[in-house]
């Protein structure tokens, strides 16, 4: 092989391997979804032998709300204006015994929002605390102002819980409507 050729495929394989690492790259990152957020709390659980959490419309439609009314309001906080991250899970119908929120903020992918959380030991906690079997995440793009600097981000909400039994809902809905008929 003359000095040419082997210059050629010394170029091209250097090239070949950038590719392969800028595209390997590019596959480990994922956009900010509720579906993939969902898969990346899962391998976290799973990892550690903990069941995988149940995706649940009620808590999708709560986080979601959650995150257009921090965009909305301006806010990134668990307590804002009035609000618990509860007052957005019973406002859809979810009745739980426990539950947990994981915000997020500025982040390009689901693997770095998650990351986070799995670096900080309260968000952490959430995630593989063994009590929640269900999930919801909410991404919403939009506006944010910060420091009178106007920034395009992602604000993300993860709602955890357990729903309560539902023969304990059924016993407390018993209990609220006969006070209601005796304490007339």
Excluded: C
Aim: charged share 20%.
């Amino acid at each position: 092989m003359n000095y040419k050729n082997k210059n050629k495929i010394t170029v091209i394989s250097t090239i070949v391997a950038f590719m392969f690492v800028f595209n390997l790259n590019f596959a480990l990152a994922s956009e900010i979804t509720p579906e993939n957020i969902i898969d990346q709390v899962n391998k976290e659980r799973v990892t550690r032998d903990l069941a995988p959490l149940e995706t649940n419309e009620q808590l999708e439609n709560a986080a979601y709300n959650k995150s257009i009314d921090m965009i909305t309001r301006n806010y990134f906080e668990h307590y804002a204006h009035g609000l618990t991250p509860w007052s957005f899970i019973i406002a859809q119908g979810y009745d739980y015994t426990v539950a947990g929120e994981n915000l997020a903020m500025g982040f390009d992918s689901s693997e770095g929002v998650v990351n986070a959380w799995m670096n900080s030991p309260a968000h952490r906690a959430n995630i593989l605390n063994p009590e929640f079997e269900e999930i919801g995440v909410g991404v919403v793009k939009g506006e944010y102002t910060e420091n009178n600097q106007k920034m395009y981000t992602t604000m993300t909400t993860e709602l955890l819980a357990r729903p309560k039994p539902r023969v304990i809902q059924i016993f407390e809905t018993i209990v609220e409507t006969f006070s209601r008929i005796f304490n007339r």
